[in-house]
């Protein structure tokens, strides 16, 4: 026989959100005393991590976001959006459509160079040589994970991806100030290293690799760094579901009409 039913307010529990007639607290703090006393990235930090974060680590926090928020309709999850739109969802429902595509393959890099950064750095902690360690933990997600190496390669941006150098600087900036320690900086560029060792040619560090610097180094775990990267895609989604929604038009798939797919199946119906 089950024990005793608890009540009702039981039923959920949270750190996060203290609400009643009249009064709405966040992390114990009045909402009304943090109305336009904080900026938009310091709410994310308290509501994710129970602590307000300086204005520094906010500025550096807030780079990251900036810089991940669109990337052109060619990119799936905007496209998704687009699509949806012609297809008569409202914004709720393409903004929806287009973050339900943020995975590992789409999206979901930033989080895996957030956790690869971990092993590596965790190495270098321990003694080893950041050179040794990089290699090591390449080796290591390729042979655990999968070939290709989060946060690095681009299909477009060659030899270097234009966001990741900004980033980067940022992220010296605030290490010789003291706002960040430096470390996953320079396990990123380590990385490098190897990589463009190994191909022989410049590997350029894509966005992910470069927030997911930003992100590790403000102490972020991995998975935060995936949510963090949807809300910043997820003004690139908005914006282009609102322009779709301005220009018009109806059914509007992934090609124009006068292109076809390439078909692979049999010609007719044997026997």
């Known amino acids: ?3 005793p039913k608890t009540d009702v307010s039981d039923w959920w529990q949270t750190a996060i959100i203290d609400m009643a007639p009249g009064q709405i607290r966040v992390r114990g703090t009045p909402i009304e005393d943090l109305i336009g006393a904080v900026s938009f990235p310091q709410m994310i930090w ?12 906010a500025a550096l926090m807030e780079a990251a976001l900036v810089a991940a ?7 799936p999850s905007i496209a998704a959006a687009r699509m949806a739109v012609t297809c008569g969802l409202p914004l709720n429902g393409a903004m929806a459509s287009a973050v339900n595509m943020l995975d590992d393959v789409h999206g979901g890099a930033g989080e895996q ?3 690869l ?3 590596i750095d965790a190495a270098v902690q321990a003694g080893t040589p950041v050179a040794e360690a990089a290699a090591a933990g390449i080796d290591r997600w390729q042979a655990e994970r999968t070939r290709f190496v989060p ?4 299909r477009f941006h060659k030899p270097e991806d234009p966001r990741a150098p900004r980033l980067l600087a940022l992220v010296d900036a605030a290490a010789a100030e003291g706002t960040v ?3 996953f900086a320079t396990v990123a560029r380590a990385m490098q290293e190897v990589l ?3 191909k022989g040619k410049p590997v350029p560090m894509n966005i992910d690799g470069a927030t997911a610097v930003i992100y590790a180094e403000l102490g972020f775990p991995a998975p935060l760094a995936r949510g963090l990267f949807c809300l910043s895609r997820s003004v690139g989604i908005l914006s282009h579901a609102w322009e779709q929604m301005q220009q018009g038009g109806r059914n509007k798939g992934p090609t124009p009409p006068g292109y076809r797919w390439t078909y692979t199946g049999p010609n007719g119906i044997d026997g």
């Open 46 to 57: 308290l509501m994710t991590r129970g602590t307000l974060p300086s204005a520094a680590e």
């Open 117 to 119: 950064y971990g092993w």
């Open 151 to 154: 946060g690095f390669g681009h």
């Open 69 to 75: 928020v669109d990337h052109g309709p060619q990119a």
């Open 1 to 3: 026989m089950s024990g």
């Open 196 to 198: 463009n060792t190994r």
């Open 113 to 115: 160079a957030v956790e």
């Open 181 to 183: 320690p430096g470390r």
